[in-house]
């Protein structure tokens, strides 16, 4: 694949990826009740903005989520592997869950065993 190839490869694939962060915003909109054309356009414009390096992030956290982070330095195009840390976020949600999980069975339970 040319240089070419890839750059319309990840210029279509970006433009797929913009339209469906478009879509679930404009689906979260609708589902909050704001009916006013105005009032969404607002709303709407307050989405944070997509760019690929934003995508960057996105892919990265997946792949870590995924147990495959030995794949983000490459697939982000760096040859040392602690560039992860410069794109991957942390789950929150996850990580609070499983942190309320741990004081829930593992401390407010002690009294009970």
């Known amino acids: 694949m040319t240089n070419d190839e890839r750059k319309v490869r990840i210029s279509k694939q970006t433009n797929k990826i913009k339209n469906k962060v478009n879509e679930i915003y404009t689906k979260m909109i609708n589902d909050s009740g704001i009916t006013d054309e105005d009032d969404f356009k607002i709303a709407f414009e307050r989405k944070p903005k997509f760019t690929l390096h934003y995508f960057r992030n996105i892919g990265s956290s997946l792949l870590q989520q995924k147990g495959m982070e030995a794949f983000i330095s490459g697939a982000m195009g760096h040859a040392n592997m602690n560039t992860k840390n410069l794109y991957t976020t942390i789950d929150y ?21």
């Open 93 to 113: 949600t996850t990580s609070s869950k499983q942190f309320i999980n741990v004081i829930e069975s593992d401390i407010l339970n002690i009294g009970d065993k």
